[in-house]
């Protein structure tokens, strides 16, 4: 008994030493980022601007920093995400939105995004790395601010479901910057495609590229088991593409995964909620007139599936070639592939000026 003690005196002792050096060696050497230690929302705020969209107010807060860009071409990029976002969910998805730019010193490109639902007084909130030398070329091209604002559309999950957060992220990321920067959609010229926005060719022929990194692998026991990057970000995917296909299908092309997603947003469904999956399937299927969500999700949450990706695309009228794909608007179900980027009935969502 007595040398347990002593020894547990002599622990106690090794971790308050390790413990006073920690603090001394952070006094001396600040955070090199200068970001605020604790919650990512608390952080320190140089400027700020607001944009209104659809009636819903988004915030713009910059921290301390250097950027290459200006405020204004910063600012279009966060108002391009957000047009693409409320043309397909038809509304933008909270009634208030804060995104806060962190600018990184030395760096150049979109870093890392990252949203939380229901903090600092804020339905939903995003906190986006930009490198400091960042250019517009990579901002038009990018495709991380979309993603997290598409967070704000679903109600939060627990960790075995964070598949199909990213999941949707992944899938309706790209098509909504097709329905939004579409010829002869209000507010865009005739022409072609907007800056900034997207164009059929380029998404199908990313999906057929990418698609695949969502296949089961050896060991897989499902999206609810199996949590990998592949299965998380691209088995989500590959959900909400068979789901959208599968969708229009039952319904001849009349409704599609747009609508299940709209109706769950429609219900309360979004971020800054807390909701079984079981209970946003049941809200999606409402908004169809489907079973779909719900039996995909019984026969893929615990169970490895293997989608027939080759077999979709055939249907699809999306033909693989030496250079990414061509389209053959003969096949089976191209009205389908044409009908998911197509401009929604409601339009164009773009903020109001």
Known sequence: MTQRRTLLSLVILLLACGALLIATVSSQNPNPTGEHRGPPWRS???????????????????????????????MQWVENAATAVATYYGRFPVPRDRVLIIPTEDRRGVL??????????????????????????????????????VHGAFPSQEDEHHWIEEGIAVYVEPVARVQAGAPNAPGVGAVGWETGFLQPERIWSDMVRDMPKGDPQPGDQGLD???????????????????DVTIREQTHNRRGLQDALRAIVAAGGTIDQDWPITKAFAAGDAGTGTHVLEQQYDRMANAPVTVDLDGLWKKLGIIK??????????????????????????GRIAPTP
């Open 321 to 346: 070639t030496a250079t990414g794909i061509r389209f053959d608007d003969s096949a089976p179900e191209a009205a389908i592939r044409i009908a998911i980027t197509k401009t929604p009935a409601t």
């Open 44 to 74: 320190p705020v140089a400027s700020s601007q607001t944009f209104t969209i659809a009636g819903s107010t988004l915030q713009v807060d910059f921290a301390p920093g250097s950027l290459d860009l200006s405020t204004p071409q910063i």
């Open 112 to 149: 890392q995004g990252t949203s939380w639902g229901d903090v600092g007084g804020f339905p939903a909130f995003t906190r986006m790395r930009l490198g400091q030398h960042t250019t517009v070329d990579e901002l038009t091209d990018d495709w991380t601010m979309t993603h997290e604002l």
């Open 225 to 243: 088991q199996t949590h990998t990057w592949g299965r998380t970000y691209w088995g989500g995917a590959q959900f909400c593409l068979l789901a």
